[in-house]
């Protein structure tokens, strides 16, 4: 009888990560004789939804996550939490260390009235901020590029009021670019602290936003409010006739209240220093330090759209936030790179990849041309001492070259296709320069190591 797992993929953008890690698992699944079921939270919503019976005939449950989800329908079940990325490169080694029960633990949950969380469960805080950052990546899109079509009216018709231009500026500036903050370090409090915190989350994040602290103000107010909460929770005792008063009025307007304070009084002015001092060593950026910052970009982008690479996006799109347009410009550049230097490998020396890479090759140059950088994932897990490097490198000197010649995108998505929006890439000639250069470096790298390899198995054999 097969064994049955069932599964949840998710990642912060709900887009790639996601489905390619249903997909990995459902191909060795299949491959091993396993039964699985794997549930996607995606951008648009959970599919393919597990239901009791699932849940219940299950060996086994996998969390293959970048993000805190709810868990609490696999209460009593054993399961494995890893990253996404694990179940992109690892899913036959992962299903059965998951049956064998390795690392596994099981899911715990317990009665609390009024969603009342133990300080145990506020641990995580790059996966709290990455939650914040899933639900105002909606917003940071549709804003962003309801901006970048207004300039393509002329760069300052946005000025002009009661204009087409002016009302796109307005929705996406004055609305979505002013709610993406708040929602952010709303989420991202939710994430830690429950339902209790989303109200002292997203008002300390609306603070922030209108004293200046803006996405660092946004990310501190959240964590702090999410803590603040659990910890309110964990301290405030109350007899059982009152407890129902206690998530509905007492922690809410404790936490918003001790949350507001120290948004106007303790932290609010030093982030808004640190802020204004940031986005102007940003708009200064030349020389050695954008030749640093390109490096460090490349490094980062080692998990091709992980994690990590999300830590250069989200970095991009909050200077993208305060105006300041380089750093997203270098990071699209960054993250388009990868998928398409290996694709210009497959064209130019087919004969180093098999059958199924010269496929994926055509997939990757599209993906990456839609700023897709998981489109390179295939080939890092096939070999990935010889692509990583590759990867990193082309993505480092695209992103300087980007960063040198002053490339600015004032979108925070759309890759190639925003060139057909005129002024949403200042410096668009630099722009191609640059993806040019890049790409054409983790091709050269990726060809010239894959030969080398090649040339040693003939040898050894």
Same mark, same amino acid.
């Given at each position: 009888m097969a064994k049955k797992i069932v599964a949840i993929t998710s990642c912060p953008t709900g887009i790639a990560h996601t489905y390619m890690a249903a997909e990995a698992l459902e191909q060795a699944a299949k491959k091993d004789n396993i039964e699985i079921k794997v549930e996607t939270q995606g951008a648009s919503g959970a599919e393919n939804i597990l239901t009791k019976e699932d849940i219940r005939e299950a060996d086994v449950v996998i969390f293959a996550v970048d993000k805190n989800i709810?868990?609490?329908?696999?209460?009593?079940?054993?399961?494995?939490?890893?990253?996404?990325?694990?179940?992109?490169?690892?899913?036959?080694?992962?299903?059965?260390?998951?049956?064998?029960?390795?690392?596994?633990?099981?899911?715990?949950?317990?009665?609390?009235?009024?969603?009342?969380?133990?300080?145990?469960?506020?641990? $995580?805080?790059?996966? #709290?901020?990455?939650?914040?950052? @899933?639900?105002?990546? !909606?917003?940071?899109?549709? /804003?962003? %590029?309801?901006?970048?079509?207004?300039?393509?009216?002329?760069?300052?018709?946005?000025?002009?009021?009661?204009?087409?231009?002016?009302?796109?500026?307005?929705?996406?500036?004055?609305?979505?670019?002013?709610?993406?903050?708040?929602?952010?370090? $709303?989420?991202?409090? #939710?994430?830690?602290?429950?339902? @209790?915190?989303?109200? !002292?989350?997203?008002?300390? /994040?609306? %603070?922030?936003?209108s004293i200046g602290a803006g996405f660092l103000g946004g990310i501190l107010a959240g964590l702090i409010a999410g803590y603040l909460v659990v910890f309110l929770n964990k301290n405030i005792k109350l007899p059982k006739s009152l407890k129902g008063l206690k998530s509905i009025m007492i922690i809410p307007v404790l936490s918003t209240l001790i949350i507001g304070l120290l948004m106007y009084y303790v932290i609010g002015k030093p982030i808004h220093i640190a802020t204004v001092h940031i986005t102007e060593f940003l708009s200064r950026l030349s020389g050695s330090g954008a030749i640093i910052l390109g490096l460090i970009f490349g490094l980062f982008y080692f998990d091709l759209g992980g994690p990590m690479s999300k830590i250069v996006y989200t970095f991009g799109v909050g200077a993208l936030a305060e105006g300041v347009y380089g750093p997203m410009g270098a990071a699209m550049v960054c993250g388009m790179v990868p998928p398409i230097g290996i694709a210009l490998s497959t064209f130019a020396r087919p004969k180093l990849w098999n059958k199924d890479q010269k496929e994926a090759g055509k997939a990757a140059l599209f993906l990456g041309l839609s700023f897709i950088t998981e489109g390179a994932i295939p080939f890092a897990a096939a070999n990935p001492k010889i692509v990583l490097p590759s990867c990193m490198a082309g993505s480092a000197v695209g992103s300087i070259v980007a960063l040198l010649l002053n490339v600015e995108i004032k979108a925070p998505h759309g890759g190639f296709f925003l060139m057909f929006i005129p002024n949403a890439i200042g410096n668009l000639l630099g722009f191609i320069i640059a993806l040019i250069a890049g790409s054409l470096t983790t091709a050269i790298l990726v060809t010239i190591l894959k030969q080398i390899q090649f040339k040693n198995k003939e040898t050894a054999n």
């Open positions: 709810d868990t609490s329908r696999f209460v009593g079940k054993q399961a494995i939490t890893v990253p996404a990325n694990k179940a992109i490169k690892e899913p036959s080694e992962l299903m059965k260390k998951a049956l064998n029960y390795e690392g596994t633990e099981i899911v715990k949950g317990k009665s609390v009235d009024n969603n009342e969380k133990s300080i145990d469960s506020a641990t $995580g805080i790059y996966k #709290h901020i990455m939650t914040g950052v @899933s639900y105002m990546l !909606p917003l940071v899109v549709a /804003g962003g %590029i309801l901006i970048a079509l207004s300039f393509a009216f002329g760069i300052y018709a946005f000025e002009e009021e009661g204009t087409i231009p002016w009302a796109l500026y307005q929705i996406g500036a004055g609305s979505a670019f002013s709610l993406m903050v708040a929602v952010m370090s $709303g989420f991202i409090a #939710h994430s830690i602290g429950d339902k @209790s915190a989303f109200a !002292p989350g997203i008002i300390g /994040g609306f %603070i922030a936003n």
